[in-house]
């Protein structure tokens, strides 16, 4: 879970918006357009709480200094969030989760301020795995990939599959997700590089720590979501 902090000041602009999965079901999100965007992230969460803390803000934030779209989004709808809430199952679906990934990815390609940008994928815990199942599975459709705090290992065998470069980050003292970070990335055969936040546990919480999630994602995606 991010930590809830004061957010930073910042001029990016948001839009609520609704991405359909179905005929009557759809996600909620937030879209940020920067005036000459150099790619879009698509920032996913299992947990709608968490599209709404001060600590996503920042991370986005971070992406929009770097002239990056973001889009938000819950990866659950109302529904399925409240049987999550009951069962905590739905959050450990990679299947669902990473075709809710791709089904945005889609939806946000036939956008006109979005047509043509290089997509990366940013998520955290749960989300992380879908994220890499997702990579694995659109190659060509997705160009990066950053994990913050994320259970790399809940994507299985399509780790091997996974062919674009991907960020982990990690907390320094988050012993549990750098061991399962360290083995998942001894099965890739991508450029997988680990990033260790010093002293951070897993929410990030401590003094200054989110921010450096932000700077190590942000300069991670400006790098690698320029246009061909």
């Known amino acids: 879970m991010l930590i809830h902090m004061q957010p930073a000041s910042t001029t990016r602009q948001t ?6 999965i179905g005929a009557q079901a759809s996600l909620a999100g937030d879209l940020a357009v920067p005036p000459t965007p150099r790619g879009l992230v698509i920032f996913g969460h299992p947990d709608a709480t968490e599209r709404l803390t001060a600590g996503t803000r920042l991370l986005a934030d971070a992406l929009d200094q770097r002239d990056i779209a973001t889009v938000v989004v819950d990866l659950l709808t109302e529904a399925e969030e409240a049987i999550d809430q009951r069962t905590g199952k739905l959050r450990f679906d990679m299947a669902l ?3 809710r990934l791709t089904t945005i990815c889609s939806w946000a390609q036939r956008l006109a301020a979005l047509r043509g940008l290089p997509v990366g994928l940013l998520c955290g815990h749960t989300a992380a795995g879908a994220a ?7 190659p060509r459709a997705l160009r990066t990939v950053v994990s913050f705090s994320g259970r790399a290992d809940l994507a299985g065998s399509a780790l091997r599959r996974v062919m674009m470069p991907t960020l982990f980050i990690v907390g320094g003292r988050d012993a549990q997700t750098a061991a399962l970070t360290s083995r998942a990335v001894h099965e890739m055969h991508n450029d997988a590089r680990v990033e260790v936040v010093p002293d951070a546990q897993h929410a990030f919480g401590e ?11 942000s300069d991670w995606f400006a790098e ?3 246009r061909p």
């Open 15 to 20: 839009r609520p918006v609704s991405i359909p």
């Open 207 to 217: 003094p200054g720590a989110l921010y450096q999630v932000g700077r190590l994602s």
């Open 97 to 99: 989760l990473a075709t």
């Open 132 to 138: 890499l199942v997702a990579a694995a599975q659109q």
């Open 224 to 226: 690698r979501l320029e």
